[in-house]
């Protein structure tokens, strides 16, 4: 109890909240639209990400629902064409990813928290970041009108020779609109990198980073390192069906092989830059709740940085059966084992931060442990798929789709949930209503096992993936996975109504409704503009957080701590 | 660096690189392009590239480390640099592992 | 970490102490200590040490981004060094020789200009900068040149006329040499240079808004040193780009006279 009073008390002498003259917060700085599409304040342009990234997460699950509707019966009814089926899982590959999962959480919760976390003012450079967000809608608003025009058939993957080749889609332009999207994450990371290294407030040393940091600044790097590559990749992608010269052509002395080098050296990585923020989020959501300092917290930063650099020794696995040589096959599916030990850490830490904790069971700590047994699942498919073997029978099946589905669903989006939970109340000053909350993490939890796990199954059983019709007999495992896609959808609707209703009906959150450590929670709710009201100084180690504080009882599920032990905990 | 916590040896006091040093790195710039020219006439056979890469690298690390003021500046920088190619030899070096094992194992298309 | 913190009061923030109090008026304006120094940093050395990091971030962007073209060449090079070894020959070496120098001066100068700039002297910066940006121009010219003498032999692999010159297709017809990658070596030639050619436009035009900065500024008295440090990060490396194109594109077993003319 001791740890509410202190930190609401404190959070009362940075910012003073009156409610007599309440003074200015970051929403209430401004009125206009120019103050919201010309700010340069980090928590403005997280809202505008935020605004961004729903609208395509939308457009994205539309594009899924027309896919589940056409795959609940073996023929084909929904589209009118195969080619029209093409585009339409090619639209939710390519929004769903480069339009959403890419910019969610380091978007909009990276952008918000990064310099709360770390006590700053704003990121490094306020100006490039909002010039991120442009380039990023003016890709965005440029695939959407790409569609209307005709949309494109190569799947997100734009392997060649088929999008130089033999597409008839507008494969250039939405080369174009990718490529220019990319530079918004390369700038995103670099405002980030460098907002990591040089804007801490004093004491924010390096081993007192939160987690969520850590894990930006891993994702940061890939940003920075990897994005390129695929620019480059999709430039020449362009400059081939521009003007057939035979880059990847093997009938003019291309190589097809080398297009997926360049595309899966960005787009293994790519995999984390989604992938880790959402590790972040269940970093600062599980200790929070579970009352309990994180268990191993170097392994824990030591564990991201090593993904994001293992992550680009492994892309040959997504070309095992192509013509690669045996021997890089080999040595990819070796280096794809060992990012297992890095995620293993976490997953373990996690677990081992609840033990003996006092778990309390809100709406995000319901999301983040949904986030770990899915991508726990995810992570072990992946090892299935990671072996040479295996891979020969489950390459381009189902089974493919269900294990990123559970590594990008089950893992970055009930982790951005999670967090949209964890920090509404920073963000907006208000709480949502709890009992929706919960039912929403319930809804999303069943809706999204049905709709994927089928489809593991018939994967393995040897439905290829990206095909519009199919034999009579994966006809029951399909219609499960549609229908949990309806029950999918509903459950990611909830959170966006109740969300929005709450800014007007829920009660006003305080600075600190969870009781969390961290320097985000120490200032106001919302965040007056400057963040704090004088530069902080940190004089603490992170996840201060012990059970004894808590009115409920550590969670023991073995019986095996006397209270002598309990008393020592933390 | 965190400006209030430990002090930077780069910050506040930038470094002046002198007239004569910068004369001399250009100077040895100079001298390599030569090298490497006549090095390409000269050296035939596998050596040429090794030779000409190994001129190359030098010059560019001539070029990072005074003009750049790699060698001045803080160590973050040093190591922005190094990631930079560190990185480009990862994607480089494991591209080519595939390319030059093809054709090791008597499978057929492997 | 547990043991010692738990006896430490969580959330504990010790609040500005007297130099840093002024930080707090409420639109982040209120550090308007230097007017050199943004809004959102503490001081001059942290907006020293952060814009020279965002800068080297970049670079390290653009690494990555010309090492996918050069990953290509070294694949297809690799492969077929025969098919690269007749195109290389037709490059003039010794225009790419003069280009190189042009650019390692033009890197002289804007090292030189960074000194300056750090001892304020801007005149001389502007000096410096205007003689990069000519020394820049030159070398768009010599490529320019080399680019048309490419055209008119029918090498541009873009344009309608290019055909592999008889004598090269026999022999790599001789040594089961795919003839497509002689045209793929000419593909990267120009995508490369092309790519770089763009790198150094960007670059003359940011350095004429550079010295427009810098006059401006010397006459207000701001400060402009960062500004040209920053812009000399990129322009390195820019050189150094070339520095690596150069042998690779130009000195593969080279012919003595430079172009290969038929
Ligand atoms: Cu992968």
Redesign the pocket.
Known sequence: MSTHVHSSSTAHSVAPNSSSDEPLNYLTNGHTVKSWLLTLDHKRIALLYLAGVVFFFLVGGVMASVIRMELMTPGGDVLYSPDAYNRVFTVHGVVMIFFFLVPSVPGVLGNFLLPLMIGARDLAFPKLNLLSWYIYIFGGVSALLIVLLGGIDTGWTFYAPFSTTFSNSLVVPAAIAVFITGFSSILTGLNFVVTTHTMRAPGMTWGRLPLFVWAIYATSLIMVLGTPVLAVAIALIGVERAFGVGIFDPALGGDPILFQHLF?FY??PA?YIMLLPGMGVINEIIPCFARRPIFGYKAMAGAMLGIAVLGFV??G??MFVSGQSMYAGLVFSFL?FFVAVPSGIKVFNWTSTMYKGSVNFDTPMLYAIAFIGLFTIGGVTGLMLASLGVDVHLHDTYFVVAHFHYVMVGGTVTAFLGGMHFWWPKMTGRMYPEIWGKLSAIVVFIGFNLTFFPQFLLGYLGMPRRYYEYPGEFQVLNVLSSAGASILAFGFLMPIVYFALSLKFSPKAGPNPWRATGLEWETSSPPPTENFASTPVITTEPYNYSPEDSERAPWDPFGSTTPEEVAHVG | MNTHATHNSSDHHPHVMSVQMNLVIFAALMVLLVLTVVAAYTITGGWGILVAMVIATVKAALILAYFMHVRFGSKLQLLFAISAFFWLALMLGITLLDYISRGWLSIDGK | MSAESATLPVGTIVHGHGAESSHGSHHGSGHGHDPNVAHQFDDAAQQHESVLLGMWSFLATEVLFFGGLFCAYLVYRTTSPLAFTLASQHLNVILGAVNTGVLLVSSLFIALAVRESQLGNGKRVNLYLLGTILLGAVFLLIKGYEWTTDYHEGLIPFAKNFQIPEHNLDEMAHNATPAGRFKLFWVLYFFMTGLHGIHVIIGLVMFGIVMYVVKKRTQTGKSYSNLVEVTGLYWHFVDIVWVFLYPLMYLIHPITGGGGHH
Do not use: E, I, K, R
């Open positions: 899966w787009s293994h995999v492994v892309w696995h997504h794809t």
